[in-house]
């Protein structure tokens, strides 16, 4: 006699890479899509445990929020989800494979795959400024603002105790690189932060405060229109923010920290030492952003890519890229 055992059919899995905005929402509407599939499984590779909204990180280094109100909890949100916390090592396309690095001894770990989403976002664009890198602080995740607001109390205490007058100037000036949304609420936060913590310090007032906005377009915020974009201007000098337009970085002097030397016309007479330098020991950086190396060189360079797309089980939902 002879008995016949039916092999348990293997479940399709789908795999999205990213835990930001285009992962978490792609996993939200599968999960809901494919609730009643018990054929198929839903795996995140997200490189935290948690989601976050980044357009409110400004907020957390203005000390405007506290951080359990911009985070959520992957797998309390997606629970029909497995969530695997890793970074994206490599993406095998032929074989349908993703390898990913788990935990502090970064074990490998290899998911196979019967179709891919990757949302893996971007990285901040430092248009290859030497040193912009090492010096600069981006405002790109949770740890990011935290720093920031560490970094501008730290020199609050310095600047209130500083005899030097052009150091402490040095201190008290902040400047912010990139006029788009992140750039300019980022300005706008830090400029309220500051203003409101200067009366706690009595060596210091808001003469010698200087709060600057570094964009090298025409005007702030070109997504919204140029009329808007002259509106927020106005509102920020009235604030108090110097705004420097057409203006681009070159490399940073470490002795002057964080920013050294900003070319441009409006910006020529705007440093403390009577030259086209502008002392700081504060560069945050808000540029545009790039997508990741990983996407860029395993998916993006493909000159297959396009035939992939729709029926090899691959979708893509890279962070946007801008030349400059």
């Known amino acids: 006699m002879i008995v016949q055992v039916k092999r348990r059919r293997r479940k399709k899995r789908i795999v999205i890479l990213?835990?930001?905005?285009?992962?978490?929402?792609?996993?939200?509407?599968?999960?809901?899509?494919?609730?009643?599939?018990?054929?198929?499984?839903?795996?995140?590779?997200?490189r935290d445990n948690f989601f976050l909204f980044t357009p409110m990180l400004h907020e957390i280094a203005a000390s405007d929020?506290?951080?359990?109100?911009?985070?959520?909890?992957?797998?309390?949100?997606?629970?029909?989800?497995?969530?695997?916390?890793?970074?994206?090592?490599e993406i095998?396309?032929?074989?349908?494979?993703?390898?990913?690095?788990?935990?502090?001894?970064?074990?490998?770990?290899?998911?196979?795959?019967?179709?891919?989403?990757?949302?893996?976002?971007?990285?901040?664009?430092?248009?290859?400024?030497?040193?912009?890198?090492?010096?600069?602080?981006?405002?790109?995740?949770?740890r990011d603002a935290i720093q920031l607001r560490a970094q501008i109390l730290r020199h609050l205490e310095e600047a209130n105790f500083?005899?030097?007058?052009?150091?402490?100037?040095?201190?008290?000036?902040?400047?912010?690189?990139?006029g788009g949304f992140a750039g300019v609420e980022t300005v706008a936060a830090l400029n309220d932060f500051v203003r409101e913590a200067l009366p706690f310090y009595p060596a210091l007032g808001e003469?010698?405060?200087?709060?600057?906005?570094?964009?090298?377009?025409?005007?702030?915020?070109?997504?919204?229109?140029?009329?808007?974009?002259r509106y927020s201007e106005k509102v920020l000098e009235k604030r108090g923010v110097e705004i420097r337009l057409n203006t681009r970085g070159q490399e940073p002097d470490r002795e002057q920290s964080f920013l050294s030397r900003w070319c441009g016309n409006s910006i020529a007479h705007a440093g403390v030492d009577g030259g086209n330098r502008a002392q700081s020991h504060h560069c945050f950086a808000s540029v545009c952003k790039g997508a990741r190396p990983i996407?860029?060189?395993r998916i993006l360079a493909s000159s297959?890519?396009?035939?992939?797309?729709?029926?090899?089980?691959?979708?893509?939902?890279?962070?946007?890229?801008?030349?400059?």
């Open 18 to 46: 990213g835990g930001g905005f285009g992962g978490v929402y792609a996993a939200i509407h599968l999960e809901k899509l494919l609730a009643r599939q018990s054929a198929v499984e839903i795996s995140l590779v997200s």
């Open 65 to 89: 929020l506290e951080i359990t109100n911009i985070v959520n909890p992957l797998r309390k949100l997606l629970r029909k989800v497995e969530v695997l916390v890793g970074e994206v090592n």
């Open 92 to 142: 095998d396309l032929p074989n349908k494979r993703v390898l990913i690095s788990r935990g502090y001894r970064n074990h490998s770990q290899e998911i196979d795959y019967d179709h891919l989403v990757i949302a893996l976002g971007s990285i901040t664009n430092f248009y290859d400024i030497p040193g912009l890198i090492d010096l600069a602080v981006p405002m790109k995740s949770l």
């Open 162 to 178: 500083e005899c030097n007058p052009a150091e402490r100037q040095s201190l008290l000036t902040f400047v912010v690189a990139g």
């Open 207 to 229: 003469d010698l405060l200087r709060v600057m906005l570094v964009h090298s377009g025409p005007a702030i915020l070109p997504e919204l229109g140029e009329s808007l974009g």
């Open 295 to 297: 996407t860029r060189k």
């Open 304 to 324: 297959r890519l396009a035939q992939r797309v729709g029926r090899g089980g691959l979708c893509v939902c890279a962070g946007h890229q801008k030349s400059g």
